[in-house]
């Protein structure tokens, strides 16, 4: 087991020749476990700390594909916020930003948040209405969140488009101080390190093939390394929720696409922020190692690849330099694609299933990393109790037969345009 | 990624529109269990490999296509015009 992380541990280590003990132990899969968690991302993992941490339950394995970080939780660009409208978001995701606000401390692991800030930008008068409106909601719900006019926006972002000759102009934006980046790796290490130190097994390179079944109940996993009995099971592979689905011969209101994301050489400190355009799904904001991070909208058909198409590169590529044109010259330095579920309106699932003793953390969309405690949280509560936590009640698989869709951007009813 | 259209031969895959799963049938008119329309609208097979899919060719000869193509690998196969496929 890894010892607790501190200024005494560091002093000590540095004076000795021994080695860092590893993060998290490498056990061998056992037989039989109270709880199984399919899936080693941000949200598995999380899952399975605070089942330990919050309901006691200790026997628990988290089965993971490849390798702890290889997914979505490392295919990210690292914001947190919690600026949603509708009821249900709101609170859900101001949970989650709580968390992220302790989770350092929690984890006893620095995940290095950094809340440096979001602004999202208004193009036009109409537009800043609406962000006033978001705001309104955010401070009913004690959120923090400031509308800006066009003068503030200019004093925080001076290197935007001001002239006559912007594409779109800059009416004002809603800036959220709270909001920020996380280091993404550490999230999953240090969810990996905590749960495992509480006794939970982390078994990487452990696909899971199939589901036992009997009586419309779970009752285990078939893997790559053999079969595992299991109390209760649960899913949080988003990206691949469907196809983890089918074999329990489940259909979700879910489609898989793929979201590209950015980093630019590096250059000095220079965005400050998280900036959202308004004009276009485009977000940037400046890693520690100064590369610029960037992302935009979906590529817009299903897609298992994990590898983007060059038309969307060139889309964000001009948002950039629309918005920012004084980076027109950087270099992309890095690059990749990450397979995301997207549902009907845009919102998750965290919540029970039709097969008993089996539970679901999928449907992210473009939302995954953001929601990591909260998720886990709400999971494990979920699991523990066999019913859903308060805050995620509203994200459940039988939303849209209640006529309960929680579609927060007004898009509608197609997965590949939320 | 390529297209190949019917008419226009094959082409990026910019100048198409995606429009989702071709091979959901849509429920007879009239029919009254919600349960039905419920699952043709919201529920997806999603699978990861073969998927047959429409396209519409916005950019070129605007006409709505039926495509094979592989979402695990991007490899796309034969395309046909939708109306063939529906009368077919």
Same mark, same amino acid.
């Given at each position: 087991?890894?010892?607790?992380?501190?200024?005494?541990?560091?002093?000590?280590?540095?004076?000795?020749?021994?080695?860092?003990?590893?993060?998290?132990?490498?056990?061998?899969? *056992?037989?039989?476990?109270?709880? @199984?968690?399919?899936?080693?991302?941000?949200?598995?993992?999380?899952?399975?700390?605070?089942? =330990?941490?919050?309901?006691?339950? *200790?026997?628990?394995?988290?089965?993971?594909?490849?390798?702890?970080?290889?997914?979505?939780? #490392?295919?990210? $660009?690292?914001?947190?916020?919690?600026?949603?409208?509708?009821?249900?978001? $709101?609170?859900?995701?101001?949970?989650?930003? *709580?968390?992220?606000?302790?989770?350092?401390?929690?984890?006893?692991?620095?995940?290095?948040?950094?809340?440096?800030?979001?602004?999202?930008?208004?193009?036009?008068?109409? +537009?800043?209405? &609406?962000?006033?409106?978001?705001?309104?909601?955010?401070?009913?719900?004690?959120?923090?969140?400031?509308?800006?006019?066009?003068?503030?926006?200019?004093?925080?972002?001076?290197?935007?488009?001001?002239?006559?000759?912007?594409? /779109?102009?800059?009416?004002?934006?809603?800036?959220?101080?709270?909001?920020?980046?996380?280091?993404?790796?550490?999230?999953?290490?240090?969810?990996?390190?905590?749960?495992?130190?509480?006794?939970?097994?982390?078994?990487?390179?452990?696909?899971? $093939?199939?589901?036992?079944?009997?009586?419309?109940?779970?009752?285990?996993?078939?893997?790559?390394?053999? %079969?595992?009995?299991?109390?209760?099971?649960?899913?949080?592979? =988003?990206?691949?929720?469907?196809?983890?689905?089918?074999?329990?011969?489940?259909?979700?209101? @879910?489609?898989?696409?793929?979201?590209?994301?950015?980093?630019?050489?590096?250059?000095?400190? /220079?965005?400050?922020?998280?900036?959202?355009?308004?004009?276009?799904?485009?977000?940037?904001?400046?890693?520690?190692?100064?590369?610029?991070?960037?992302?935009?909208?979906?590529?817009?058909?299903?897609?298992?690849? +994990?590898?983007?198409?060059?038309?969307?590169?060139?889309?964000?590529?001009?948002?950039?330099?629309?918005?920012? %044109?004084?980076?027109?010259?950087?270099?992309?330095?890095?690059?990749?694609? #990450?397979? +995301?579920?997207?549902?009907?309106?845009?919102?998750?699932?965290?919540?029970? $299933?039709?097969?008993?003793?089996?539970?679901?953390?999928?449907?992210?969309?473009?939302?995954? /990393?953001?929601?990591?405690?909260?998720?886990?949280?709400?999971?494990?509560?979920?699991?523990?109790?066999?019913?859903?936590?308060?805050?995620?009640?509203?994200? #459940?698989?039988?939303?849209?037969?209640?006529?309960?869709?929680?579609?927060?951007?007004?898009?509608?009813?197609?997965?590949?345009?939320? | 990624?390529?297209?190949?259209?019917?008419?226009?031969?094959?082409?990026?895959?910019?100048? /198409?529109?995606?429009?989702?799963?071709?091979?959901?049938?849509? %429920?007879?008119?009239?029919?009254?269990?919600?349960?039905?329309?419920?699952?043709?609208?919201?529920?997806?097979?999603?699978?990861?490999?073969?998927?047959?899919?429409?396209?519409?060719? &916005?950019?070129?000869?605007?006409?709505?296509?039926?495509?094979?193509?592989?979402?695990?690998?991007?490899?796309?196969?034969?395309?046909?015009?939708?109306?063939?496929?529906?009368?077919?």
């Amino acid at each position: 087991m890894s010892d607790r992380y501190s200024a005494l541990s560091l002093a000590r280590h540095a004076l000795s020749d021994a080695p860092w003990p590893r993060a998290w132990r490498t056990p061998e899969p *056992k037989s039989s476990y109270d709880v @199984v968690i399919i899936g080693g991302g941000g949200h598995g993992l999380a899952t399975a700390y605070y089942l =330990a941490a919050n309901h006691g339950i *200790k026997n628990i394995a988290v089965l993971e594909r490849a390798y702890v970080g290889s997914g979505n939780v #490392g295919r990210n $660009t690292t914001l947190v916020r919690s600026n949603y409208v509708l009821d249900g978001n $709101t609170q859900f995701f101001e949970f989650s930003m *709580k968390l992220w606000e302790g989770l350092s401390h929690t984890l006893n692991f620095n995940v290095m948040l950094s809340q440096r800030g979001q602004i999202v930008l208004a193009h036009g008068p109409v +537009q800043l209405d &609406v962000l006033a409106r978001k705001g309104n909601i955010m401070r009913l719900n004690s959120i923090d969140a400031e509308l800006l006019d066009r003068d503030a926006v200019m004093k925080l972002l001076p290197y935007l488009d001001y002239s006559t000759e912007a594409r /779109f102009p800059i009416d004002g934006g809603l800036l959220q101080r709270r909001a920020g980046t996380v280091r993404h790796d550490a999230v999953a290490w240090g969810y990996a390190r905590a749960a495992s130190s509480l006794g939970v097994d982390i078994i990487e390179q452990c696909e899971v $093939t199939g589901f036992e079944i009997s009586q419309g109940q779970v009752t285990g996993v078939r893997t790559t390394r053999g %079969p595992i009995l299991a109390g209760r099971t649960a899913i949080a592979v =988003a990206g691949h929720s469907s196809h983890l689905a089918a074999m329990a011969g489940l259909r979700l209101p @879910v489609e898989s696409h793929l979201l590209q994301a950015f980093v630019s050489e590096p250059i000095k400190p /220079f965005v400050d922020h998280v900036i959202s355009f308004g004009a276009e799904l485009f977000y940037i904001s400046q890693s520690d190692k100064g590369g610029l991070v960037f992302g935009g909208h979906i590529d817009g058909f299903n897609s298992y690849t +994990q590898r983007g198409q060059f038309a969307k590169v060139q889309t964000v590529a001009e948002c950039a330099v629309a918005l920012i %044109p004084s980076i027109s010259r950087l270099r992309l330095l890095r690059h990749w694609g #990450g397979i +995301q579920d997207m549902t009907p309106d845009g919102s998750p699932f965290i919540c029970r $299933t039709p097969l008993r003793n089996l539970y679901l953390d999928g449907g992210w969309c473009y939302q995954g /990393f953001k929601a990591t405690p909260a998720a886990g949280w709400c999971l494990a509560h979920t699991v523990a109790n066999d019913e859903e936590h308060p805050l995620s009640r509203c994200y #459940g698989l039988d939303r849209f037969e209640r006529g309960a869709e929680l579609d927060d951007y007004a898009i509608g009813n197609w997965t590949y345009k939320q | 990624m390529r297209i190949v259209c019917p008419l226009c031969g094959e082409r990026s895959h910019t100048e /198409f529109r995606y429009g989702g799963d071709a091979t959901k049938k849509r %429920p007879a008119h009239g029919t009254e269990d919600r349960q039905v329309w419920h699952d043709h609208v919201f529920l997806f097979d999603n699978p990861k490999g073969p998927h047959r899919e429409y396209w519409q060719h &916005v950019l070129g000869c605007r006409q709505w296509l039926v495509l094979e193509r592989n979402t695990a690998t991007n490899v796309s196969g034969e395309s046909r015009l939708a109306t063939d496929a529906v009368t077919r």
